[in-house]
């Protein structure tokens, strides 16, 4: 009996198969999409646009290398490769309007900041010299700086003051002071007189005089104060015994410049 012998299949696969086909390179076509997507809604946020323009410039070269690939039949996802591409392109475009819009509204923004600084600067002093304040110098006890929003600023002439027994801020053996600062509100709209902060040096050497606490003075300016209306607020500081002057600092607010009396006491 003859040995029956299978026959060897051919070089490279079983009898009837040929060589494996290459699988598709589908990558750069769906890394396009994604970033597309996500470069289109950085696109659309201010101060964020920038990220769009780097993703949708990214998703736009990924896109067109994707649709080569599907040219050369190495890809078959040429729907995904040519969105991504259409997306990175629209990201582009979005991000640059975007980009200008946004430093459009910055630039207005910045110019409204300074246009409000400007108005709440103390205006220059008029012919009488007792309202206003010329930068860098000091105003004397009566006078009045006045603002550009018509935020009038007043402080009185230095009296002795008897702090009471329980009185916060004062040192035995210094002298006391009261002074009383009026704010007139000659705009048109409230003023927040709740940030108004008053300062004080003493002496020659400007030595910080303590402000005293106690139930007559202290309080400070509270709430509001309408157009066409004032407020008084009486200030007690301590200074030193020789001390033969008393500079008073009156800021209204963040927005205000502050003012400086010099007042002899």
């Keep these: 009996m003859s040995q029956y012998t299978q026959p060897q299949p051919p070089y490279g696969g079983a ?20 970033l597309g997507i996500i470069g289109l809604v950085f696109a659309i946020i201010p101060f964020l646009f920038w990220i769009g323009t780097l993703l949708g410039l990214l998703a736009l070269i990924l896109g067109l290398v994707g649709r080569g ?14 969105a991504g591409a259409v997306l990175g392109l629209i990201a582009l475009i979005a991000s640059v309007v975007v980009g200008i819009v946004t430093v459009m509204a910055v630039d207005e923004a910045v ?5 409000a600084v400007e108005n709440t600067a103390p205006k ?16 004397a006890a009566g006078d009045s700086s006045v603002y550009d929003d018509e935020l009038k600023v007043t402080v009185s002439e230095p009296t002795s003051y008897s702090p009471s027994e329980y009185a916060v801020g004062h040192t035995k053996g210094n002298k ?60 007690a500081f301590d ?24 007042l002899t006491v």
Aim: hydrophobic share 35%; charged share 25%; proline share 5%.
């Design 15 to 34: 009898p009837g198969q040929g060589t494996a086909p290459n699988p598709a390179r589908n990558g750069l076509g769906t890394a396009a999409l994604v």
């Design 69 to 82: 690939r599907v040219k050369r039949n190495e890809a078959t996802n040429k729907g995904a490769a040519l």
């Design 111 to 115: 110019d409204e900041l300074n246009k």
């Design 124 to 139: 220059e002093p008029s012919s009488d010299g007792k309202d206003g304040a010329a930068k860098g110098k000091s105003l």
């Design 176 to 235: 006391a002071y009261q002074v009383t600062v009026t704010i007139e509100n000659g705009g048109k709209e409230k003023f927040d007189a709740a940030l108004v902060t008053v300062d004080a040096r003493a002496g020659k050497d400007g030595v910080t005089a303590e402000q005293i606490f106690d139930d007559k003075a202290g309080t400070g300016f509270e709430g509001s104060i309408l157009p066409g209306k004032k407020a008084t607020v009486t200030y």
């Design 239 to 262: 200074a030193p015994a020789d001390a033969k002057n008393l500079t008073v600092e009156v800021s209204p607010g963040i927005m205000h410049d502050a003012s400086h009396w010099e």
